[in-house]
């Protein structure tokens, strides 16, 4: 009698995962990751950033930068590499112009919050974020979501 059973077989017994809600959660976490709302909102997004601003105004709202600083950390993408997908990005959206990599360096490397260091260092502790059912239990759990606390008229 021969062994039917695939080593997949024997490590999908061995899971205890609820699939019917797992395999969802894979799919929406890249809605997470890579949230493409900010085409939506491209103009309000300038015009708020752009108040009070002197000099030059922007043309790109910072959130955009935050997707492509995303980007280029999932897939480990120099900035040249990046310039070239923000130009098919364009082409795609007809939304914007494209920007070299010096621009987009730039623009991500201004973005405050977590730096590079953070980043590993909660990568380090994470180590392998498959291991989360849901993408927001990886974000509760590196601390990276931000929560308005109220009470009366105190606000932190």
């Given at each position: 009698?021969?062994?039917?059973?695939?080593?997949?077989?024997?490590?999908?017994?061995?899971?205890?995962?609820v699939?019917?809600?797992?395999?969802?959660?894979?799919v929406?976490?890249?809605?997470?990751?890579l949230?493409?709302s900010?085409?939506?909102s491209?103009?309000?997004?300038?015009?708020?950033?752009?108040?009070?601003k002197?000099?030059?105004?922007?043309?790109?709202?910072q959130?955009?930068?935050?997707?492509?600083?995303?980007?280029r950390?999932?897939?480990?993408i120099?900035f040249?590499?990046?310039?070239?997908?923000?130009?098919?990005?364009?082409?795609l959206?007809g939304?914007?112009?494209?920007l070299?990599y010096?621009?987009?360096?730039?623009?991500?490397?201004?973005?405050?919050?977590?730096?590079?260091i953070?980043?590993?260092?909660?990568?380090?502790?994470?180590?392998?974020?498959?291991?989360f059912?849901?993408?927001?239990?990886?974000?509760?759990?590196?601390?990276i979501?931000?929560?308005?606390?109220?009470?009366g008229k105190?606000?932190?």
């Open positions: 009698m021969t062994n039917t059973n695939t080593s997949c077989d024997i490590i999908e017994r061995k899971d205890k995962r699939w019917s809600k797992y395999n969802p959660s894979l929406k976490r890249i809605d997470v990751l949230d493409t900010f085409l939506d491209w103009k309000d997004d300038v015009e708020r950033e752009i108040q009070g002197v000099g030059h105004p922007y043309e790109y709202p959130e955009f930068f935050v997707f492509l600083s995303k980007v950390e999932l897939w480990n120099p040249r590499e990046l310039e070239g997908f923000v130009r098919k990005l364009s082409q959206t939304k914007f112009r494209p070299s010096v621009a987009i360096f730039q623009r991500i490397r201004s973005i405050p919050g977590i730096d590079p953070t980043g590993v260092i909660i990568l380090g502790k994470v180590c392998n974020i498959n291991r059912e849901y993408a927001e239990k990886l974000v509760a759990l590196a601390g979501d931000p929560v308005i606390k109220e009470s105190q606000r932190s």
